[in-house]
């Protein structure tokens, strides 16, 4: 496992996979096999394969630590940067393919859709993540507060969660919001404990560590 | 100054408005002799031509229910008929999902046969139909009517079936009726999701008398010149084309006559967005989206701006009279 992991075509295989989505929706797209209602399909798909890449970015340490494999730290940044990538097309699908980039008519829209406006939130603070993501920015600013500013993404997963949750409250359909939800309390919570665990057991290896990996 | 583009639909004036009432009745005369033989081939080859241009093509899935060319008013739009494809594969039916996949996935369970829709409440003749009798009742009509989602869609269907008010005066209401209430079919044997928290069952509709009694609300059997789909709300449902989607009940197995405003399945769920008027609106939008624009679906393709809502669906000419006086935002 570990060879494979460290092996070099692994990275560039993993970012085909985490690729694959997007090429689907985009080959769907191009032969109609979107359905009845291909934007909505669209907006909805990409947001779902944005929820499902910050769901496993944030699965990583906990599996680097529970498993002790270290090497699976060096995909956490390509994984990140997936997040972005599919926050920005559904971004751009949102504001195209529903409002056809007209500015006016998507203020309105947010002012509107209170939803609208927590998921945009959520994207905005994901930008400085993403823009500091390379090592040149994790030197100029110091691990630590590189760090700091990367936990941001805890926040980000709450609106995310809340964008979905209130998207889907027009339905009173919170059966899928549920099971993500479920997946980004244990991966948090598993930090909580973590930490908690660790002031009881100071030897043991903690999240800190790790990043040092990088 | 009001522009006209591709966006802002098709604005169905009445016809008297142009035409005045002598004159589009000689007309009718003359077609009425073209139908008999007795005018010239000429007219009648250009008759010919006007009939095909409105013909719908048949999917050839289920069994034909054929109906002829309605004579109401504004009950034929000359847009674009959806695809038959997409106007059974994109439904709202929570009995069968929430998703609008689920209902072509899970409907075929449903059983339409029997079937007997009871006529209960303030009425003279308080009975039960068949069906079979129903489906009778009245001359089959096909109309084409454009069908706008509260969520901000919309479609035209070719729908076949005919004025509820035919029932209606069948039946012979009470003076003291004055609201409808449509009570459709709630089996949790055959219907996976009644039973599901999303809404309380069975899901029930109503109008009030006068737009239960506008030729334009339609009690309809089938589509596309076949019967219902499953989907669609087999075997009998309404289309009131003039209000939001929701608030024409698929799978009607009870219709009651009663004098209070009966509570509405969305109304019980969330009355501050969902109103017993629900008329089509563009300048009252939904508390959480905006109703001024929607989605022609197959039509306008991802690039393509979304449409301008048209008030009342653009059924103002014919139904506007019914809100006479109304304010509109209140009674959303």
């Known amino acids: 496992m570990k060879k494979l992991l460290l092996h070099p075509a692994a990275k560039p295989a993993t970012f085909i996979v985490c690729l694959l989505p997007f090429i689907w929706l985009f080959y769907s797209a191009l032969t109609n096999q979107l359905g009845a209602n291909p934007a909505e399909a669209l907006i909805r798909a990409t947001g779902d394969w944005t929820l499902r890449f910050l769901c496993i970015v944030l699965a990583v340490t906990p599996l680097r630590v529970i498993s002790n494999t270290p090497a699976l730290a060096r995909f956490r940044r390509m994984l990140g940067l997936f997040v972005y990538f599919y926050v920005l097309v559904h971004l751009l699908s949102y504001s195209w393919f529903d409002m056809g980039f007209d500015v006016a008519d998507i203020v309105r829209d947010i002012i509107k859709r209170p939803f609208i406006l927590v998921g945009f939130a959520a994207f905005l603070l994901l930008t400085p993540l993403a823009a500091t993501s390379f090592n040149a920015a994790i030197r100029r600013l110091g691990a630590k507060r590189w760090q700091m500013l990367h936990k941001l993404v805890y926040l980000i997963a709450g609106l995310g969660l809340l964008h979905f949750f209130w998207m889907r409250s027009g339905k009173n359909d919170f059966a899928e919001v549920a099971v993500y939800a479920a997946i980004v309390a244990a991966l948090l919570g598993w930090r909580v404990w973590q930490r908690w665990g660790r002031r009881k057991h100071p030897a043991a290896p903690g999240p800190a560590t790790a990043t040092r990996l990088q | ?332």
């Not at chain 2, 309605?70 to 998703?99: C, H, I, L, R």
């Not at chain 2, 289309?239 to 929701?246: A, C, I, S, T």
């Open chain 2, 1 to 332: 100054m009001l522009i006209k583009t591709d966006h802002s639909g098709f604005d169905h004036a009445v016809p008297s408005d142009i035409t005045p009432q002598g004159v589009y009745q000689q007309r009718r005369n003359l077609i009425k002799l073209m139908a008999t033989g007795a005018a010239g081939a000429t007219i009648a080859s250009w008759a010919g031509r006007e009939a095909m241009a409105q013909a719908v093509t048949k999917p050839g899935k289920l069994a034909a229910l054929p109906g002829a060319k309605s004579g109401v008013a504004g009950a034929v739009t000359m847009e674009k008929v959806t695809d038959y494809k997409d106007v059974t594969s994109y439904n709202n039916f929570y009995e069968f999902g929430t998703d609008k996949s689920d209902p072509a996935k899970n409907a075929h369970t449903l059983v339409t046969k029997p079937w007997t829709v009871a006529i209960e409440g303030l009425v003279k003749q308080p009975r039960t139909y068949a069906i079979e009798d129903l489906i009778k009742l009245s001359a089959q009509e096909e109309r084409i009517y454009r069908l706008r989602c509260v969520e901000g869609w919309s479609m035209v269907i070719p729908w076949v079936g005919y004025s509820l008010a035919e029932l209606i005066k069948k039946v012979e209401p009470l003076g003291n009726a004055k609201y409808v209430e449509f009570i459709t079919q709630a089996d949790p044997k055959t219907m996976p999701f009644v039973g599901s928290r999303v809404l309380d069952w069975p899901y029930v509709e109503a109008l009030r008398m006068d737009e239960a009694m506008h030729p334009l609300t339609l009690l309809s059997f089938g589509m596309y010149g076949e019967v219902l789909p499953n989907q669609s709300g087999a075997p009998v449902r309404l289309v009131v084309p003039w209000k939001y989607g929701f608030k024409s009940g698929k799978s009607i197995v009870k219709i009651r006559f009663t004098d209070k405003e009966p509570r509405t399945a969305w109304n019980k769920a969330a009355a501050s967005e969902y109103g017993f008027y629900s008329n089509v609106n563009p300048a009252v939008d939904h508390p959480r989206w905006s109703q001024a624009t929607e989605r022609r679906i197959g039509e306008d393709g991802l690039f393509a701006k979304k449409r301008k809502t048209l008030m009342f669906n653009g059924y103002e000419a014919q139904v506007g009279q019914l809100y006479a006086g109304m304010d509109l935002k209140k009674f959303y």
